[in-house]
């Protein structure tokens, strides 16, 4: 399996991968990530996307048919119009159904390699019955660079009023300014508040909502457990300009919760 280990900041782009992880009761993680430039270069013009019902995923009877949903749920598109189920993406593959990718022949090798990614993971059938799944986890994220990037740090305006609020007052005002800093990070922001950011195809929103409508919050505590240290990063334009994000969703297998979440990623 190929695996990005960083990105080029001196180019402009945006790409997106999804990533299928199912956990069993001895905590052995069958995983599946999949991120087209990996696979057909930063260039490329692949579009990924994922489409699934946590509901119906609580409700599979047999861990064959649970294998069938998630690879069902990950769609491929060359044009952005056309997607394609990944698994009927592989059997074209194998069948060697090339006429239906004939204006991208030069992916043939990407595309050979994804196949294996994917007949790899089909070793999730090897668990013995779906009770012995603990959970199941399907994530979808992004990464906009360069003129690519929407900006979104530093085009949030109240983020960036409360930041300085932080840096200019004193005594209890700053610990009240920092109090409301803190409480608008971590406050997941309604759906009304979602950022745009750019991809290959233009201006898109974020989160895509893969699993329905999702808020989203900041992820930050990465950086400085210390608010008012971020502040100053904030203030003096210290954070990365690029726009980093993830989507996800787990399902308990055992007790049919759901839990999910979208993170919008700070970085220096």
Request: glycine share 4%; proline share 2%.
């Amino acid at each position: 399996m190929k695996i990005r280990t960083d990105f080029v900041t001196n180019s402009s782009s945006s790409s997106y991968c999804v990533e299928i992880q199912v956990i069993d009761k001895d905590d052995k993680i069958y995983n599946l990530n999949i991120e087209p430039d990996i696979y057909f270069g930063e260039d490329c013009d692949i579009e990924i996307d994922l489409k699934i019902s946590p509901k119906k995923l609580v409700g599979v009877a047999s861990v064959s048919e649970l294998y069938n949903m998630l690879i069902d749920s990950v769609r491929l598109s060359f044009d952005y119009e056309e997607y394609y189920k990944l698994k009927k993406f592989v059997k074209m593959v194998e069948n060697d159904d090339w006429e239906a990718f004939e204006e991208f022949d030069e992916f043939e090798e990407g595309i050979q390699e994804l196949v294996g990614d994917v007949e790899y993971f089909e070793s999730v059938k090897n668990i013995a019955s779906i009770d012995e799944i603990a959970s199941v986890k399907l994530s979808k994220s992004f990464i906009s660079y360069g003129e690519s990037s929407g900006c979104t740090v530093v085009n949030d305006t109240k983020l960036s009023d409360l930041a300085q609020a932080v840096c200019d007052l004193d005594g209890e005002e700053k610990e009240a300014a920092k109090a409301e800093l803190i409480k608008y990070l971590d406050k997941p922001q309604c759906e009304g508040n979602s950022q745009n950011i750019i991809d290959d195809a233009g201006f898109a929103p974020w989160p895509t909502g893969f699993v329905g409508k999702t808020k989203w919050q900041y992820e930050w505590k990465h950086l400085t457990d210390n608010v008012e240290e971020l502040a100053k990063m904030i203030v003096n334009n210290q954070l990365s300009d690029d726009d980093c994000g993830e989507e996800w969703i787990e399902i308990n297998m055992s007790t049919g919760e759901i839990n999910q979440a979208a993170m919008f990623k700070m970085d220096k």
